[in-house]
């Protein structure tokens, strides 16, 4: 599994899904779940390998300002399930957010950034497929890099993404 495969296969889970459907089996997690049910359990290792060193890269203060500012609030458990949509937006979206959180301005309002679901797809298609508990350690910092800012400035910085993104 390499990054190219991995995107790959997440592109393919966005384009397969439907998040407006009532029936979560057309969601994007269960259709990233099934795509992977079709691989070997190393290469389904892999790809949760890759996901993993993803989120933990995104622990960072920028991009939690920014969810923070898209929701209206944003606790720990909501800036991992933000960090898990912003992977299955795809390579391009999740690079340009880690450049500048502000290009999530140009997402459609009702594309779905919390993503819970995204994380465990690995998980559960191993599991499925082994009957075994996939354990996957990635190095994750204590504290998001980059540096807090107080909260007026960072709603201040990240307003855009309010306008754009919150549909009130």
């Known amino acids: 599994m390499d990054d190219a495969r991995f995107w790959a296969i997440i592109d393919a889970s966005r384009r397969g899904c439907d998040h407006r459907s009532a029936d979560e089996a057309r969601w994007q997690p269960a259709v990233l779940e099934r795509l992977l049910r079709a691989l070997t359990p ?27 500012v898209i929701a209206g609030g ?71 890099a980059g540096g807090q800012l107080d909260e007026e400035v960072f709603l201040r910085k990240y307003a855009e993404l309010e306008r754009r993104l919150d549909p009130r």
């Open 74 to 144: 944003c606790s720990d458990d909501g800036f991992a399930d933000f960090r898990s949509g912003l992977i299955g937006l795809g390579r391009e979206v999740f690079e340009d957010a880690l450049r500048d959180p502000l290009t999530l301005a140009r997402l459609p309002r009702d594309t779905e950034l919390s993503q819970e679901g995204m994380r465990y797809a690995a998980r559960r298609a191993y599991e499925g497929l082994t009957g075994r508990h996939l354990a996957v350690d990635v190095v994750h910092a204590i504290e998001p």
């Open 42 to 68: 190393d290469d389904i290792e892999a790809f949760a390998l890759i996901f993993e060193a993803l989120h933990a890269r995104a622990y960072r203060w920028d991009l939690w300002h920014a969810a923070y």
